[in-house]
């Protein structure tokens, strides 16, 4: 009797378990065993499975045989271990559909915005604004319709007394920036480079590598010539207002795995290659570097970066290179000239790491002599508006790796050669189906001399629909946005040259045959101060989904029933 008693018994509990597995399937949302959780939701069931055979077994293993009695327990309620393994359940359910929710955010990086195209709705909300501020005080003698030089320029009565103002006046994904705002002034009297590992005090390079903030500025205008490249530290600025300040030589400018940096009206021009010699980083970290590719401006690594106002020229590789997982940077007001491969972005086409990079590009000056790259794009997202092209050789935006590239309100003056009026080029791609799906789009741009931008992708609907919503200024106002681009108060080109000067051009370019260049490394909300929420730019959070939450409401509800079941 006792084995006839447990082998009904044994029956019973599957029975039990069937009908509850049953009840499981209506128990739980059709929504939530939809997920795109791939092989774990099975892999939940099998777990949950074992539980309860684990349950019923040991219930039966461990009872003495003269204890066995007919049992039916009521199925009104279910037992414990049920509401237990349907909590189980649950949790994996919840975590698996978080990691499936953050992946369309696409956060590669530090400081990378989750909606960019919102970014660039901001930045043409404030260009339409300040020509708005401008048209209503026509009598202001600073006002331009710029925002990031009427906000410095107009609103103080000195700027020079309060230069940290600058701080708050960046715009588009560099926005925030801080540079070293709250920090010492500290002016550089020393135009010498003599000791690149041990520099000496009073001197820029001396001021750079400091780990505390600094707001550096010029005691009067001065030559540098560098002998190694110029390792900048994080939190700081370099202000050359109120001097003429010019930076050459080896290496120049190098930003590296760094945050809030502004160089802000600085002339740097003919930047050699540099390397094999011990530089100092900071005062305590000090190490021979590699050869670098005389880029004016290099930036590695690096979130939270403002260039502004500066002249470059006639650079040895490229006038500003950003690679390696930069993002969160703003290159304004700029006048770049006489150069072949004015400007990279993006270190590969497959460095996953770069598809977070950001890069608002507005108000600069394309002038004579430049013959590629206004930038060239892998992969990324890039905001292109408000910038005057003057001419190109080759083409003016480029590029490869499927990168986002969102054109408002330029003017392109195409060049006299009929085989260059294309402004864009898909770099290295001959197939049109390869590029087809890249979403490069113009809206309100200026077209002249028989210029025209090739669009794809999404960028003709529905991509840019937040970025559209508010029409950036027609392209006919470029002149008086860009009328101040460059150093302030000085030649824009520093070398005075004219006609066809194209530093390091070799005829070949992006994809074409003979050209020069390839790099070893590079190749291959306003006033933001709050240091611990920047990883989403201005923004707040996203949201969590809604799946998310009724998945953690039923998890609480279930994990009560199970205690109250239990006491």
């Not at 049920?82 to 359910?93: A, G, K, P, T, W």
């Not at 392109?412 to 085989?419: E, K, M």
Request: a negative charge; charged letters at 15%.
């Amino acid at each position: 009797r006792p084995i006839i008693h447990c082998l009904q018994q044994r029956a019973e509990a599957r029975e039990k378990r069937e009908e509850r597995e049953h009840l499981l399937l209506h128990f739980l949302p059709q929504s939530s065993l939809s997920l795109s959780c791939g092989f774990q939701i099975p892999l939940c069931f099998s777990f949950l499975t074992l539980l309860n055979q684990h349950s019923s077994f040991d219930t039966f293993q461990h009872t003495p045989a003269t204890t066995l009695q007919p049992h039916n327990p009521p199925l009104t309620m279910p037992p414990p271990h049920f509401s237990i393994s349907i909590s189980i359940l649950l949790l994996c359910l919840f975590f698996f559909t978080l990691i499936e929710a953050t992946k369309p955010l696409n956060l590669t990086l530090p400081h990378q915005h989750p909606s960019p195209d919102s970014v660039a709705l901001h930045v043409t909300s404030t260009i339409n604004a300040s020509l708005s501020r401008r048209q209503l005080t026509s009598s202001s003698t600073c006002g331009t319709g710029n925002p990031i030089d009427d906000c410095w320029r107009c609103d103080s009565s000195d700027w020079s007394s309060n230069r940290q103002r600058l701080a708050d006046c960046s715009i588009g994904f560099g926005s925030g920036t801080l540079g070293g705002k709250n920090g010492r002034i500290y002016v550089v009297t020393d135009s010498s480079d003599n000791n690149p590992a041990n520099p000496t005090p009073g001197t820029l390079r001396y001021a750079v590598i400091q780990e505390e903030p600094l707001w550096i500025v010029f005691s009067s205008s001065m030559f540098i010539r560098l002998k190694q490249e110029l390792i900048i530290n994080s939190y700081k600025t370099i202000d050359g207002r109120g001097a003429a300040v010019h930076i050459t030589g080896n290496g120049c400018l190098t930003i590296q795995y760094v945050q809030h940096v502004i160089i802000h009206n600085i002339h740097i021009y003919d930047c050699k290659p540099s390397g094999g010699a011990v530089v100092a980083a900071s005062p305590t970290k000090v190490g021979r570097r590699g050869r670098s590719d005389g880029d004016g401006i290099s930036i590695f690594g690096s979130q939270k970066i403002w260039v502004d106002h500066c002249s470059l020229n006639h650079c040895t590789d490229g006038l500003i290179d950003v690679v390696l997982g930069s993002t969160a940077i703003t290159i304004s007001n700029n006048y770049f000239t006489h150069h072949d491969e004015v400007m990279l972005l993006g270190h590969d086409d497959k460095y996953v790491l770069d598809t977070g990079m950001q890069v608002t590009i507005a108000f600069n000056h394309f002038g004579q002599g430049l013959v590629q790259r206004m930038p060239r794009c892998r992969r990324g997202y890039i905001h292109v508006v408000n910038n005057d092209f003057t001419s190109w050789k080759m083409y003016a935006i480029g590029g490869s790796g499927n990168p986002t590239i969102n054109s408002q309100g330029n003017r392109y003056s195409a060049p006299s050669d009929p085989s260059a009026k294309e402004v864009t080029k898909r770099v290295d791609s001959t197939d049109d189906g390869e590029w087809a799906n890249w979403n490069w789009r113009t809206e309100g741009d200026l077209m002249e001399n028989g210029a025209f931008f090739v669009a794809s992708g999404e960028g003709v609907s529905t991509l840019y629909s937040k970025a559209s919503s508010v029409e950036p200024k027609a392209a006919a106002l470029v002149d008086q946005l860009t009328q101040n681009a460059g150093v302030f108060g000085g030649p824009r080109d520093d070398q005075g040259q004219s006609g066809d000067s194209y530093s390091g051009y070799g005829g070949g370019g992006d994809g074409g045959t003979g050209a020069i260049g390839g790099t070893s490394r590079g190749s291959s909300s306003n006033g933001d101060n709050n240091f611990f929420g920047m990883i989403f730019g201005n923004n707040a959070p996203p949201r969590p989904r809604l799946t998310l939450l009724l998945l953690l409401l039923l998890m609480i509800c279930v994990l009560s029933t199970s205690t109250l079941l239990l006491w």
